[in-house]
């Protein structure tokens, strides 16, 4: 993503020019239900629309999206097996010890800070026709505020709705679906949740659509092949295995990319990368020292002597249950023992890329929906695996089972952001909680509904 060093105060300006209001802060205290401004602010030139674009992507750097909470609540929701969360945020303990509340201030600022960014995203998708530089930067410009719109209406109806598989799709409410621009809050714009199909099915249309039209690279922004490996996880979630395949397909064999053969190698992207990122990386969001928030190491990170340029709060202990899952030799356990406790070495640099997709979730997920489908597209589920495991330094296999994908699944991408929907989807507990308890579910926030009286809320709260 690229690295956004506009000042606030000029980014507040081009906010005004561009017909988009922000909060000022992210104080969870002072959270806007939506955003409105006057018609004739609408946006008039590509200069206008561009400018919204690249808000579109600091929305999505905010600590409460893609920054870094939202992957943070994905792993820390219910989930004792594997951390012991000692942390101080009253909102985050309960998320964790499941009792959250309807005015939980993380889940507020996610549903803030994603429908504005959405919002964003709408207006830019009403201005293409200002967009006349090339048709390449049209189609460029679309693909991506499509690809922002889909990844976090897909965030959020996977951590405020019933997963699927969890009852009716079709009824079970999923989370308020808005297409269009909100400039002039009228009575029209309180919609109520549509249903989790609907949120799904607008989620593939939108990514569907950004592939087609995103190109092959485009620096640190969207790329086709994010929009295929966010479309492939989707479809993973539905248990369409062959859709999900041919997506992960697409990105292993088109987008020139290959795992780096040093696991050890895809963190520390300021303190030893000089601040590139990992080439493994499909998409993630950029972190740097004038711009953005890694959350995930605010929370999972911790400051280590002997190596300059770690921090953190130290908030997310790893238990030695989830270290005695590794192997001999994996060098996946990448952990660093501190003041007596555990902590993921993937997350200390404070100035870190925040991972959002990697190449090697392309292999897992192809080598387990090829596994559930009986088919070898691309290659056979025991090469992908094998090409995590040798990459990791663990002998390859001489066969493989569902269990053995899996895990290797959930020990190549611990600790970034998939843990919650993982057990979801093959209905495995999460710590205390089954798979479909409703304490697993983030609250409508309370503020939402004391104002869109068009809202229902989750069970429990």
């Known amino acids: 993503m690229k690295q956004f060093l506009i000042k606030n105060t000029i980014w507040s300006l081009w906010i005004a020019l561009a017909g988009l209001t922000l909060a000022g802060c992210e104080d969870r205290l002072d959270l806007k239900p939506f955003q409105s401004i006057s018609e004739e602010l609408a946006l008039n030139t590509e200069g206008d629309v561009l400018v919204t674009l690249t808000g579109c992507y600091d929305g999505i750097q905010s600590a409460a999206t893609l920054g870094g909470e939202i992957m943070v609540l994905n792993d820390l929701i219910g989930n004792s097996s594997d951390i012991n969360f000692t942390g101080t945020f009253a909102g985050l303990n309960d998320a964790y010890n499941g009792l959250m509340v309807s005015n939980n201030s993380f889940a507020a600022s996610t549903w803030a800070s994603a429908y504005n960014t959405i919002n964003r995203c709408n207006n830019v998708l009403s201005a293409l026709d200002k967009v006349t530089s090339s048709p390449a930067k049209k189609s460029s410009v679309e693909g991506e505020a499509l690809f922002i719109r889909a990844l976090l209406y897909f965030e959020l109806v996977r951590l405020y709705a019933r997963t699927i598989g969890d009852g009716d799709a079709g009824s079970n409410p999923g989370v308020p679906l808005v297409l269009q621009p909100t400039r002039v809050v009228g009575d029209a714009d309180f919609v109520a949740r549509s249903s989790v199909q609907a949120v799904y099915n607008q989620v593939i249309a939108d990514l569907t659509k950004a592939e087609s039209l995103l190109p092959n690279t485009n620096g640190n922004f969207a790329t086709k092949w994010a929009a295929a490996a966010i479309l492939s996880r989707v479809y993973l979630m539905q248990k369409n295995f062959p859709a999900a395949r041919d997506a992960a397909n697409r990105v292993i064999t088109g987008s020139g990319k290959v795992l780096n053969p040093d696991f050890t190698k895809l963190w520390f992207t300021q303190i030893r ?46 238990t030695n249950a989830h270290l005695n899952r590794y192997e001999a030799g994996d060098t996946r356990k990448f952990f660093v023992v501190s003041g007596g406790s555990n902590y993921t070495q993937k997350h200390l640099d404070r100035f870190g890329d925040v991972p959002v997709a990697r190449l090697a979730e392309m292999y897992l997920t192809r080598a387990e929906a090829n596994f559930r489908a009986g088919t070898s597209i691309g290659a056979t589920p025991l090469a992908d695996v094998n090409a995590i495991r040798t990459r990791a330094g663990l002998p390859a296999l001489t066969e493989v089972t569902l269990d053995a994908i899996l895990k290797e699944r959930s020990l190549e991408l611990a600790f970034e952001g998939h843990n919650l929907h993982e057990a979801k989807r093959l209905q495995r507990p999460v710590g205390k909680f089954e798979w479909n308890s409703p304490k697993l579910l983030m609250p409508v926030p309370q503020r939402e509904m004391d104002v869109n009286k068009n809202l229902v809320q989750n069970q429990g709260y």
């Open 273 to 318: 990368n000089g601040g590139a990122t990992p080439a493994e990386y499909l998409f993630a969001v950029k972190v740097t020292t004038q711009d953005g928030t890694n959350a995930i190491n605010t929370y999972f990170g911790r400051t280590i002597s002997g190596i300059p340029g770690t921090a953190g709060r130290s908030d997310c202990k790893i």
